[in-house]
């Protein structure tokens, strides 16, 4: 069997997920495999995508290998599939899988946008490996609503920005009305303007002290212009399952952030051209992000139903949040990324210097294991209630106990 690795990661030989295939190909010495690095040969494959057409052809197997970058694939291979659809090559039945490399941190979500895209090319998908960094029908066309843009107000102080990228004439149209209903000063940052290398190498140069090795200025960009905001709107046409290559570039590139929630407290919201509802992997992004920044989402308005009506909602609910400072507890989504971030740096802390500071800083290292006085408790309440005796003579005064805290906050209330 014929089997054609196609490594999505910009580290080409020294991709971690790579060496996982290699290990594979090791493995399986009676199938032949071939390898073709996209992620580092992506610019040239926009200029003659030729070459990897006729690897595919010939392949019986496609393996997609990739690290798992800001919650779903690099931006690189957002940008291979744009190339593979815009193609006139016959997919139709070829066998496709993945093999990726993470923390764990939403590989469902990765894997899910491989899977979307491979069976959107008539592929044939075969459930792919999710590894530790550490071990070894097409979319019916959309129907959009129309906006309307009415006259803008006269707007407040403040600053919001909407972050897009090329947008079509239908979402200028949602841009237009999110901006003449909201009642704050709001400024539009397309990402074509902005002069972005590349999408992120996977290097780790940001990891001491959050400079990026590119010299094309975006970190200090993303600090001083977009993330000093008192809150941000995405605004994107669905593309592929996802918001496309550009933002994905923009994405990744976030991560001379490195792990830290550098905008936590700040509402955000979203513009959505495209069939939101059917989506539900996108959904699972959005509001996953949002969970693990510390960002109250304010909402998603779509135009697929009544695109005004969601327009103006969003618009007064991020209004309503910006006024009150709104924020939310966590959900499992939030808890459960920070707790795996949390662990990860700890771990690495001499490595993600900048990273450790940062969560030293915000009290991030919560772990169970310090609250020495309250495991102890514990350790006599587990005794206590061994005994039969005392569990009968005790009835509800451990209840009565564990809701003391509770009352008196709603005594002082």
């Not at 496309?244 to 905008?263: E, L």
């Amino acid at each position: 069997m014929n089997i054609l690795v196609l490594n999505g990661s910009p580290k080409t030989e020294y991709s971690i997920t790579l060496h996982t295939s290699l290990y594979l190909q090791k493995k399986h010495p009676e199938h032949h495999f071939d390898i073709f690095h996209v992620g580092t040969k992506i610019k040239a494959l926009e200029r003659d995508l030729s070459p990897v057409l006729t690897a595919i052809q010939a392949a019986d197997v496609l393996l997609f290998s990739y690290p798992v970058y800001t919650f779903i694939a690099p931006s690189q291979l957002h940008r291979f599939f744009e190339l593979l659809k815009a193609s006139d090559i016959d997919l139709k039945d070829k066998f496709a899988s993945q093999i990726t490399t993470s923390k764990h941190f939403y590989d469902i979500t990765a894997h899910r946008y491989v899977q979307d895209n491979c069976q959107d090319l008539g592929m044939k998908f075969i459930h792919g490996l999710s590894a530790d960094m550490e071990d070894l029908e097409p979319a019916p066309a959309p129907k959009y609503l129309p906006v309307t843009v009415p006259t803008a107000k006269e707007a407040k102080a403040g600053d919001v920005v909407i972050l897009t990228d090329a947008p079509s004439a239908q979402l200028q149209a949602m841009i237009g009305r999110f901006r003449a209903v909201f009642p704050r000063k709001t400024r539009v940052v397309d990402l074509q303007e902005l002069d972005i290398k590349g999408g992120c190498l996977g290097c780790f140069h940001c990891a001491a002290d959050g400079t990026c090795i590119y010299k094309d200025g975006f970190d200090r960009y993303l600090r001083e212009e977009i993330q000093t905001a008192q809150s941000i709107v995405f605004a994107f046409t669905i593309r592929d399952h996802s918001m496309g290559a550009r933002f994905k570039i923009y994405d990744d590139r976030q991560f001379c952030n490195g792990h830290r929630t550098v905008t936590m407290g700040m509402p955000i919201g979203y513009l959505i051209s495209g069939d939101y509802s059917r989506e539900f992997n996108l959904q699972t992004i959005i509001e996953g992000r949002a969970q693990v920044g510390g960002n109250f989402l304010a909402g998603v308005a779509t135009d697929e139903f009544d695109p005004d009506g969601a327009i103006d909602t969003l618009a007064a609910t991020l209004a309503y949040a910006l006024d009150t400072k709104l924020t939310q507890p966590s959900n499992f989504y939030g808890v459960g990324g920070m707790k795996i971030f949390r662990d990860l740096i700890w771990l690495m802390q001499g490595f993600m210097r900048a990273d450790h500071k940062f969560y030293k800083a915000h009290g991030l290292y919560d772990f169970p294991q310090k609250q020495r006085l309250k495991m102890w408790a514990m350790y006599a309440v587990g005794a206590m209630m061994g005994s039969k005796k005392l569990r009968a003579k005790l009835g509800n005064q451990l209840d009565a106990g564990m809701v003391m805290a509770h009352k008196k906050a709603v005594e002082k209330a």
